[in-house]
C-alpha cells in the first residue's frame, strides 16, 4: 500500500512538471527590440499573417520620446513612450520607414471627445505574447485586450460604470498618406477604406485597405466626425466648428475625407465588456466581410487568444534547443519570433489580391506573399526559411516570380502590390538563385531566369532594376555622379556591390541551369569589385568619371548613416569586405592573408564594424576562411552576440528590418551562418546552446532532423577543439548544404 502511495505521488509529481515545462513560445518576449531604434513592437499578430494589432503609442503627446507628431518616426511602437491613442491594425516590424499603421481603435469612457490628443491616456500593465497583448488605461480604468487571426482582430475592452465609447479614427496613423472613408452598415457594424503607401519617399506608390468593423453590443448612440478645416474671412462664419473636429449625429451614409472617424458610445454596467472585430482586404470592403465571417464567426475573444497561442507553438518548434540560459532561450525564441512576422500572406481567403504594379485583382490557391524588404533579407532569412520551412519559402518564391509575370519586373522592396524601389541592387536573384541550389525547385526557374536575364542585361534607359547599368557593363564599375548628380547622395559603389553579388548568385544559377557560356559571363562581371579596390586607403574607394579615385577621401564617413559619396547608409570599412564570393581574392588584393585577417580584425577592435549593417553582418564569418584563424570568428560572434542581443526591450542592435537582425542571432547561436548569399554553404562557429534539434521537414529533406550537440568541460567555453559530422571529422569551417542534412548530426568539442 504504502508502496502504491509512492508510485502515484512520483506519477503526479511527474506531471505537474511535465504541465509546468515551458514550451518555445512560452519564451517569446515581444517587448524586446522596441526601443533603440530597433523598431519591433509587442502586438497581436500571428506568423506571417495579413493583420497585426499593434499598440499605437508615438503620437499627440510631450510625454513620448519618440512622437512622430514631432518628428520622423517609423514605428507604431515605442517601449518608452507613455501616450496609448488606440490599436493600429496592420503594421510592419523592423522596417527604417514609417507606414501602414493606421484604422486606430480606441475605448474611452465619460464624455465624447474625439481629438487624439485629448482622449490619449497613459497606461499600466503591459503584458504581451504571441497572439495577444492588453493594458490597462490609467486616464479611464479600461482593460484593453487584443489578439488576431490571419486576415481579422478581436479587441476586448471591459469598461468602468457609466459612458463608454469605442472611436475608430479612420484619418490618423503611421502612413504618411492620407484620405479615407467609413460608412454606418447597421447599428452595430461599419466599413471603410484607407488610403495608404509613400514608403521611404515614393510619393505614388499608394494603395487602399479595406475593412469592415463590428461591435458585439448595439451602442445607445453612435455617429461620425470629422476635422474641418481651418475656414478664414467670411467663410468661417457659417461653421461654428471650423478648424476643429465636428460630430455627425443625424447622419448615416458615407463620411470622407482626411481626418474622420466613427464612435459608439454605450452605457456600462461596472465590468461591462464590449468586444469589436474587424476584417480587412487589400482587395475589396466585401472581401474584409468574408475574411472576418471565414475567420471568426461563432468564435470568442479567448478562443481566438488559444488558437494564436497554438499556431505560434506549431511555428517556433521547429527548433528545439537545451542548455544555455534561460535568458538565451528568450533571446533566441524571439528571434524566430520576429524572423516570422514578414513577409505576410496577402490573398484574401477566397483566393484574390491586388496584382503587381497594375488594377486587375488576381486569384492563388496558395500563398501570395507581400512585404519583400529583399535588401534585407536575401542575406539570411530566406536561409532560414528554406531550411526550415520549405513550404513557406517556396510559396514566397512562387510569388515573386508572379509578380514578375505580372509586370515584367521581379520585386526589390515591394509592398502590397506596389515597388517602393528602396535600397540597392537586384536582390531577388541571390534570394531565389540561393534557394534553387539547395534543392528547392517546385517553381518556374525558366521564369525566373527569364527575369534575371532582363536585369542584368537590358540597358539603363529600359532597365528599372539597374537604371545605372551602362557603365557596370562597359567598365565593370559605375562612376560616382552617373546616376546622382549630388555626389555626397551618390551610392555608386553600394549600387555595384550589390550587383557584382547578383551576378555571382547568377553565374552559380546559369552553371545549374547548364548555361554555360551565361555563368562564365556572370562570374566575370562580379570580379569588377577590383576596380573600387584603393592600396592608398586599403578599402573600396568611390571612382570618378575621369577614371581616378575620389579624393579627399574619409574611409570612416557615412558610419553615423550621413551621406558619404559612393556608400549608402554606411561607410567604406561597412562595405569593403563585401565581397563574400570572391574572399581569397580580396585578401590577395590587400597583400595576403595575414594582412586581410589583420584588417578585418582592425575593424571589429577599432569599432568600425556596424552590427546593424546588412552590408557587413557576415564579416565575423569571414575569418573561417583563413586556416588557423577560424578561432576568430568564435570569438566576435560570441562578442556580439553577448553585447547586442539581450532580453531587454533595446536587445536588438538596431532595425530589425523584416528579421534580418533576428535572424543572423538565431543563426549564431546555433552555429552556422550563410556568409555568402547565392553559394548553398553555411559557416560554422560555437553554437550558444549544448544540443540544438531542427526538426526539418521530411517532404523537403528526407533525411529528417538535424542535430547540432556542443560539448564543453566548464560553462563559457567558446572555442573549438574539433568537430565531426555525421561521425566524420571535419577539418573545415564551412559545410555545403547538402553535406550538412546527409550527415545529419554535427558536433562541436569546445575548450
Known amino acids: 500500500m504504502k508502496l502504491n502511495y509512492i508510485f502515484l505521488s512520483l506519477l503526479l509529481s511527474l506531471g505537474v512538471a511535465k ?107 503591459e503584458k504581451a505574447t504571441p497572439g495577444y497583448y492588453a493594458l490597462t488605461l490609467k486616464k479611464y480604468g479600461i482593460r484593453a485586450e487584443a489578439s488576431a487571426t490571419m486576415r481579422s482582430s478581436i479587441e476586448r475592452y471591459t469598461f468602468p460604470k457609466g459612458r463608454a465609447n469605442i472611436l475608430l479614427n479612420v484619418g ?143 511555428a517556433l518548434s521547429r527548433i528545439t534547443v537545451e542548455g544555455g540560459t534561460e535568458a538565451q532561450k528568450r533571446v533566441f525564441y524571439t528571434a524566430l519570433y520576429h524572423s516570422q512576422l514578414h513577409p505576410n500572406i496577402l490573398q484574401d481567403v477566397n483566393g484574390q489580391f491586388p496584382e503587381m504594379e497594375n488594377n486587375r485583382v488576381g486569384y492563388t490557391k496558395g500563398n501570395r506573399y507581400t512585404v519583400f524588404s529583399l535588401w534585407d533579407t536575401y542575406r539570411n532569412v530566406g536561409q532560414l526559411e528554406t531550411l526550415l520551412y520549405p513550404d513557406l519559402q517556396l510559396d514566397m518564391v512562387r510569388s515573386m516570380i508572379s509578380m514578375y509575370k505580372e509586370w515584367g519586373w521581379m520585386p526589390k522592396w515591394e509592398l502590397f502590390g506596389r515597388e517602393t524601389w528602396t535600397m540597392e541592387g537586384d536582390p531577388a536573384i541571390p534570394f531565389i538563385a540561393d534557394t534553387y541550389l539547395k534543392g528547392l525547385r517546385d517553381f518556374d526557374i525558366n521564369a525566373a531566369y527569364e527575369a534575371f536575364s532582363r536585369s542584368a542585361n ?94 579627399p577621401f574619409d574611409p570612416a564617413a557615412g558610419a553615423d548613416f550621413s551621406n558619404a559619396p559612393g556608400f549608402h ?32 580584425q582592425m575593424v571589429f577592435d577599432k569599432g568600425l564594424y556596424d552590427p546593424a549593417n546588412e552590408p557587413d553582418i557576415a564579416y565575423p564569418y ?63 562557429t560555437t553554437p550558444v546552446f549544448d544540443k540544438v534539434t531542427l526538426h526539418l521537414d521530411k517532404k523537403y529533406y528526407p533525411n529528417g532532423d538535424l542535430t547540432i550537440e556542443t560539448r564543453r568541460t566548464a560553462p563559457g567555453q567558446q572555442l573549438i577543439k574539433s568537430m565531426t559530422l555525421g561521425g566524420r571529422k571535419l577539418s573545415q569551417y564551412r559545410v555545403s548544404h547538402d553535406d550538412l542534412l546527409r550527415g545529419g548530426k554535427l558536433v562541436f568539442e569546445v575548450k
Open 19 to 125: 504541465a509546468a515545462a515551458q514550451q518555445p513560445v512560452d519564451y517569446v518576449d515581444p517587448f524586446i527590440g522596441t526601443t533603440n531604434f530597433s523598431v519591433c513592437n509587442p502586438g497581436a499578430v500571428l506568423p506571417h499573417s495579413l493583420m497585426s494589432v499593434v499598440p499605437f503609442n508615438v503620437m499627440g503627446s510631450d510625454l513620448n520620446q519618440q512622437d512622430k507628431d514631432a518628428r520622423w518616426w517609423s514605428a507604431p511602437y515605442e517601449y518608452h513612450n507613455k501616450f496609448f491613442t488606440g490599436f493600429a491594425h496592420v503594421t510592419m516590424s523592423g522596417v527604417g520607414c514609417p507606414e501602414l499603421g493606421t484604422l486606430l481603435t480606441m475605448p474611452t469612457a465619460g464624455p465624447l471627445d474625439v481629438d487624439y490628443h485629448n482622449y490619449g491616456s497613459e497606461y499600466k500593465d
Open 172 to 314: 490618423d496613423g503611421l502612413t504618411n498618406e492620407s484620405g479615407g472613408m467609413v460608412k454606418r452598415v447597421s447599428d452595430t457594424e461599419i466599413e471603410g477604406h484607407r488610403l495608404l503607401g509613400t514608403f521611404c519617399y515614393n510619393s505614388q506608390a499608394v494603395f487602399p485597405i479595406y475593412f469592415v468593423l463590428r461591435v458585439n453590443k448595439r451602442p445607445m448612440a453612435s455617429g461620425y466626425w470629422k476635422k474641418q478645416p481651418p475656414f478664414s474671412g467670411v467663410k468661417a462664419q457659417w461653421d461654428k466648428d471650423n478648424g476643429r473636429y465636428k460630430l455627425y449625429t443625424n447622419y448615416s451614409r458615407e463620411m470622407a475625407g482626411n481626418e474622420v472617424g466613427y464612435f459608439f458610445s454605450y452605457d456600462c454596467a461596472e465590468g461591462e465588456q464590449v468586444e469589436v472585430q474587424m476584417g480587412v482586404s487589400f482587395v475589396s470592403i466585401a472581401n474584409a466581410r468574408e475574411n472576418l465571417e471565414a475567420e471568426q464567426r461563432g468564435k470568442t475573444f479567448d478562443a481566438v487568444r488559444a488558437d494564436a497561442r497554438q499556431t505560434w507553438e506549431e
Open 458 to 551: 537590358l540597358p539603363g534607359k529600359d532597365n528599372k532594376m539597374r537604371p545605372d547599368i551602362d557603365p557596370y557593363l562597359e567598365k565593370g564599375y559605375i562612376p560616382l555622379g552617373f546616376y546622382a548628380a549630388d555626389e555626397s547622395g551618390d551610392n555608386s559603389v553600394s549600387h555595384a556591390l550589390e550587383y557584382y553579388m547578383a551576378d555571382y548568385a547568377l553565374s552559380n544559377l546559369s552553371k545549374a541551369l547548364g548555361h554555360t557560356a551565361d555563368a562564365k559571363k556572370y562570374y566575370r562581371r562580379a570580379l569588377g569589385y577590383k576596380h573600387y579596390y584603393s592600396k592608398e586607403t586599403g578599402t573600396l574607394r568611390p571612382i570618378r568619371k575621369d577614371g581616378t579615385f575620389l579624393s
Open 569 to 600: 547608409e554606411g561607410s567604406a570599412w561597412n562595405y569593403t569586405f563585401y565581397v563574400p564570393f570572391d574572399v581569397m581574392g580580396l585578401a590577395k588584393l590587400m597583400g595576403g592573408s595575414k594582412k586581410f585577417v589583420n584588417k578585418l
Open 622 to 684: 569571414l575569418f573561417n576562411y583563413f586556416k588557423g584563424e577560424e578561432w576568430r570568428t568564435q570569438k566576435e560572434v560570441s562578442r556580439l552576440l553577448a553585447k547586442h542581443f539581450t532580453d531587454k526591450p533595446d536587445g536588438i542592435p538596431g532595425n530589425d528590418d523584416c528579421g534580418t537582425m533576428s535572424t543572423w542571432a538565431i543563426f549564431s547561436m546555433i552555429g552556422l551562418y550563410p556568409d555568402c548569399p547565392g553559394q548553398p554553404y553555411y559557416s560554422l
